[in-house]
């Protein structure tokens, strides 16, 4: 397995003008990801069916937790799937520039659905700054940032840190996700707008989006909405 992300890492690297999802070349314009791989994404038909499916997530997963405001989802996230591999290749392989081009399309479903005026700030969920160390960079943050120039909205990674070195959240279940979570995140003591956009790259059970959410409202933050790249199917 190891070996198969070392190869991907040196595709990229040597040749950048190629598809993270299926290693074509691409064509002039196209950023990162090639058309035919963006047909076979499942796009959720509209900002209301995505915010839905999230609500829906956050209802079986967390009954008692924090539920985000609103929420917005461009692709249901499946195994095995070229979504899955971009994915992978914007949090592991260096392939940073996949979530600028994430942010833009997220920005875009925001705008479009009139909520783009009622928030304070944008916070990425943040990685522990060991992670940060190893990956060199927070893959939500740039989704972020790159969402906040459409948006015009400050971006504040300030506002929460991540206390706590967690294990991934991958093949645990939703108890375990929850449990790998709790008190992972604290207020950092800056001043926490009321209203937030908080903003993540896969939603699997809503776990970290949750502990991310609890920390800002121990702060002052009222509404809370998510934006979400992906929801895990």
Not at 27 to 56: L, R
Request: a neutral charge; glycine letters at 8%.
């Amino acid at each position: 397995m190891r070996g198969g992300v070392m190869f991907d890492e040196m595709l990229h690297l040597l040749y950048p003008r190629v598809c993270a999802g299926c290693h074509s070349l691409l064509v002039s314009g196209a950023k990162g990801i090639c058309p035919e791989c963006i047909a076979t994404f499942d796009a959720f038909s509209d900002a209301d069916a995505a915010g839905c499916a999230i609500q829906e997530r956050f209802g079986h997963s967390c009954p008692t937790g924090n539920y985000p405001e609103r929420a917005w989802s461009l692709y249901r996230f499946h195994k095995n799937d070229r979504l899955q591999r971009v994915i992978h290749a914007m949090k592991y392989e260096g392939v940073h520039r996949l979530g600028e081009v994430f942010g833009v399309l997220l920005a875009e479903m925001i705008a479009g659905s009139g909520a783009d005026n009622r928030f304070g700030c944008i916070v990425p969920v943040p990685l522990h700054r060991l992670k940060v160390v190893e990956r060199t960079y927070n893959q939500s943050e740039i989704i972020a940032r790159s969402a906040a120039t459409i948006l015009r909205k400050d971006v504040r990674p300030d506002l929460v840190i991540r206390k706590k070195y967690t294990r991934p959240q991958a093949g645990l279940s939703p108890q375990e996700r929850q449990s790998n979570v709790k008190d992972a995140f604290a207020p950092s003591g800056n001043i926490v707008p009321e209203n937030i956009l908080l903003v993540d790259d896969v939603l699997t059970t809503g776990a970290t989006a949750a502990a991310v959410m609890h920390a800002l409202e121990s702060a002052g933050a009222v509404n809370i909405s998510l934006a979400t790249v992906a929801l895990a199917a």
